[in-house]
């Protein structure tokens, strides 16, 4: 019963990373209707941007995450600004050609400079070990990852939902048109956007390297669990996205638990099976445009 | 003239043999017996020519968008490879053809998952579909091998005359032969009534359903025939290399065929063929270069054409082509020029 809880605890805690991951990706790719497959290798400069800070400057764990974000958010907004913002009105198979031209771009890069083999970022030992909750063993490192990423999920339904940035982006998303007739500045609030989900992702492979692995193939391995959480979950809200995420890490660490010998293919025959019953999503809203 | 009748003389003009074209296969013919020590890189470009061949079918006359065509040649390469490895069918044309089959049953089945949905779910699909047989071969490591591939494989002589040497000479001109009788059959289709339908399909699915075009069967038809050539790739890989592991499913595989396919141009069917001349040129290139960091200059082709846009480059190249036809033949350029953009 106990393993069976901290499976579940496990399985949350590794959705919940993959959709901070992911859910800037649900943005570029649900609503912005771009096709980014290189997504992952902004997760990717994050995580190393924090092995570089902690292992080798010597900073303390939880000062490097958020230069983790800010570090991604600056490599994405650099890139929207000089690249991704001419492919917006171009053909899916020009934007696909584009980003797994980046990923094959940076996974070389990442191997000349950082090496191929997989790094490890230096855990504070306040993180390390399991405590004992009701008699369930709960790992301290997922614990802390199941509360960030738990606040930030509430932190972006509540951005979307009360500020002004959000009307604006949900106008923006719902009719580009009308939005500019109505003096939104619709690339400025998709820049903004690309870009704070591009530091999300890379705040997400920051926490993610103790789990998931760091290595310079990340954008590749884990490309289809982003485009699954976003394909699956739909575009229409973040709940979407967020529930995808939480289903795939549970279904994911019960297989491999479970049944190891078909954990992968169990993930993508739900896949396919959910996508041809639903082409737009689990949650999704209307025919995509 | 009647409108019909008009339309189909139109037909018969754009399906004629070009000099160009004759050219172009003169040239490859030369370049057999020209360069004796390259056979094995030269069977490489076949190879890779057939399998681009394959997604110009589906992509630049259909319109479909596949992120794991590299299944189809791996069904079609373990395929062949057990034919061979448990002696099922010894002769190599016949288990060649029986590897296409298979990957075009293969490719039937799934059709049916490809044509429903828009661009992203055919993308989610065809992906999933690589990564799911990738994860089969290795479960299934008792018949594939797993991680260390199918070993021992002993090719029978084709046709019991010709036994394959270590040179790669009966090897390449196979591959050759093959790839020669398989273009002249898409060629002929794509220039079929049948083919015409597609191009109708891939410019306006809605219109062409409204004049009258089956647009999902007419679909199911060229992603079969497409995984049929495909398998076919995959067993020449096989064939002559006496090799199958689990990379023949890669995703990188699937990725650099597209890359193949856009630097020779979609919707022409030599396109293929060109860009695995340019592709392999290239990634010798870069591999002299930077051995282990080659990826990242393929990457930057790719990000540059789609950058610069691929029907400008396609201008680019034809230019002096052109120009030299339009001097000495005082008409209109004849080399074929790549239909601009796929949506």
């Not at chain 1, 008699?135 to 002004?164: D, E, H, N, P, S």
């Not at chain 2, 990564?131 to 594939?144: G, M």
């Not at chain 2, 009534?193 to 409204?210: E, M, Q, T, V, Y």
């Amino acid at each position: 019963m106990a393993s069976i809880l901290t499976n579940l605890f496990d399985g949350v805690a590794y959705g919940m990373l993959l959709f901070v991951l992911a859910c800037g990706l649900a943005v570029t790719l649900g609503l912005m209707n771009f096709v980014n497959l290189a997504h992952g290798a902004f997760a990717m400069a994050g995580g190393y941007i924090c092995a570089v800070l902690v292992n080798q400057s010597g900073w303390p764990f939880f000062a490097a995450l958020p230069l983790a974000f800010l570090g991604s958010a600056a490599i994405g907004i650099a890139l929207e600004r000089t690249l991704y913002r001419h492919l917006y009105s171009r053909s899916h198979l020009d934007q696909v050609l584009f980003s797994i031209g980046l990923v094959f771009m940076s996974v070389a890069a990442v191997d000349y400079i950082m090496g191929s083999s997989r790094v490890f970022i230096k855990l504070p030992a306040a993180l390390e070990g399991q405590i004992d909750l009701f008699g369930v063993g709960i790992g301290r490192y997922r614990l802390m990852i199941v509360v960030i990423c738990g606040l930030l999920t509430l932190a972006l339904q509540l951005i979307l939902a009360k500020t002004r940035f959000g009307s604006r982006l949900r106008a923006a998303v719902d009719d580009p048109r009308a939005a500019i007739g109505l003096g939104i500045n619709v690339p400025q609030v998709f820049a903004f956007t690309f870009a704070f989900g591009c530091g999300l992702a890379g705040l997400g492979g920051a926490l993610s390297a103790e789990i998931l692995g760091l290595d310079p193939y990340f954008p590749l391995k884990f490309m289809i669990y982003f485009l699954i959480v976003v394909t699956v979950g739909g575009s229409s809200s973040i709940t979407g996205p967020f529930l995808a995420s939480l289903l795939l890490g549970i279904a994911d660490v019960a297989g491999k638990y479970y049944v190891p010998k078909v954990g992968p293919f169990v993930i993508y025959t739900v896949m396919i099976v959910i996508l041809l019953c639903r082409p737009n999503g689990l949650f999704g809203r209307t025919a995509a445009r | 003239m009647s409108a019909l009748s008009d339309v189909s003389t139109h037909a018969m003009a754009g399906a004629r043999w070009r000099i160009s074209e004759v050219a172009f296969w003169v040239l490859v013919l030369a370049c057999a017996f020209l360069f004796p020590s390259r056979y094995l890189i030269m069977t490489d470009i076949v190879r890779l020519g057939l399998f681009a061949l394959s997604l110009d079918l589906i992509l630049g006359y259909a319109g479909i968008v596949s992120l794991g065509h590299a299944a189809f040649f791996g069904v079609g390469a373990y395929s062949a490879g057990l034919l061979a490895l448990h002696g099922i069918i010894n002769e190599p044309v016949i288990a060649l053809v029986a590897a296409g089959l298979v990957a075009a049953v293969l490719g039937f089945l799934t059709s049916f998952l490809v044509i429903r949905g828009v661009d992203l779910t055919r993308l989610m699909v065809t992906l999933g579909i690589a990564l799911l047989l990738e994860a089969l071969a290795e479960r299934f490591s008792d018949i594939t091998g797993g991680t260390d591939g199918l070993q021992g494989i002993e090719m029978q002589p084709i046709l019991g005359l010709f036994a394959f040497d270590m040179f790669g000479k009966t090897g390449f001109f196979y591959s050759l032969i093959v790839l020669f009788v398989l273009f002249l059959l898409a060629r002929r289709v794509v220039h079929s009534p049948f083919g015409l339908s597609l191009r109708a399909i891939k410019n306006n699915p809605l219109r062409a359903a409204a004049i009258g075009v089956p647009v999902n069967s007419r679909l199911i038809a060229v992603y079969t025939l497409a995984a049929f050539y495909a398998g076919i790739a995959g067993a020449l890989f096989t064939q002559t290399t006496a090799l199958a592991s689990l990379d023949v499913f890669s995703f990188e595989r699937s990725a650099d065929l597209m890359l193949v396919l856009v630097i020779g141009g979609t919707g022409y069917l030599y396109g293929g063929l060109i860009g695995a001349v340019v592709f392999k040129m290239l990634q010798e290139l870069f591999q002299s270069i930077t051995p282990q960091y080659w990826l990242f200059w393929i990457g930057l082709v790719l990000v540059v054409i789609v950058m610069v846009g691929r029907a400008r480059i396609h201008r680019w190249v034809l230019f002096v082509p052109n120009l030299v036809i339009r001097q000495f033949a005082g008409r209109k350029a004849a080399v074929a020029v790549p239909e601009s953009d796929v949506s």
